[in-house]
């Protein structure tokens, strides 16, 4: 083995084992901002490895008086943003079990569908009808559609769109495989349709 590819194997265990640190540092950093906001539940969490978004981290809260447990998954992406700032990452973690907490209804992480048929019927019985569903309340005064639809590079997404507006882009798409991810982290499947949305009409100037 040359000298250069000795050092080539260093430089990418070197990054491996930094990419190992920063995980662990955000996983335990996150742990801590929960259990201080929420003194009076059991914390736990759990590290995932999704082969398509990599590192996913989740949290489960447990009641100590009612033993409801709520739990919630982030991907890493969103984990680094936020935790540029401290205050606002123990804000943002906190407020996704304030929500669910507010409901006093256990609410563990979904089991994942085992089955091709089980991801459609998760799809076509929940996720498409409740994006579609967010969707029409949030632009209730105009025309909106959501469907599947065949990216060349994305494969099946789901899209969003305004179809009375001709000029410049007027849909967003999610693929599919995200918007299954975020269900099974209990996140809404729905909120980043809806803020793509938003975002085509911020950038038509039409809001």
């Keep these: 083995m040359t000298t250069n590819a000795n050092e080539n194997n260093e430089k990418k265990e070197q990054l491996n084992d930094d990419a190992k640190k920063l995980i662990a540092e955000l996983y335990n950093r996150s742990l801590k901002m929960l259990q201080i906001e929420f003194e009076g539940y059991q914390v736990k969490g759990q590290l995932i490895n999704h082969p398509n978004f990599g590192p996913l981290f989740a ?18 992406n969103e984990m680094l943003e936020k935790h540029k700032d401290a205050a606002t990452a123990q804000q943002w973690l906190a407020s996704f079990f304030v929500d669910m907490i507010s409901e006093q209804v ?22 498409i009808p409740h994006c579609l569903t967010s969707v029409r309340e949030e632009f209730s005064t105009e ?3 959501v469907n599947i639809a065949m990216h ?22 999610m693929p599919i495989p995200y918007l299954i991810t975020l269900h099974l982290m209990n996140r809404d499947p729905a909120e980043p349709l809806v803020n793509g949305l ?3 009409r911020e950038q038509l100037g039409l809001e």
């Design 59 to 76: 949290y489960q809260l447990t009641d100590n008086s009612t033993e409801n447990v709520y739990a919630c998954g982030f991907f890493i």
């Design 106 to 127: 256990s609410k563990p992480l979904p089991i994942p569908p085992q089955t091709q048929e089980e991801s459609k019927k998760l799809l076509d019985q929940h996720i």
């Design 143 to 145: 025309k909106v559609y």
């Design 152 to 173: 060349e590079k994305a494969g099946a997404v789901l899209e969003a769109g305004f179809p009375d507006i001709k000029e410049g882009n007027n849909v967003c798409a």
């Design 198 to 200: 938003y975002l085509i």
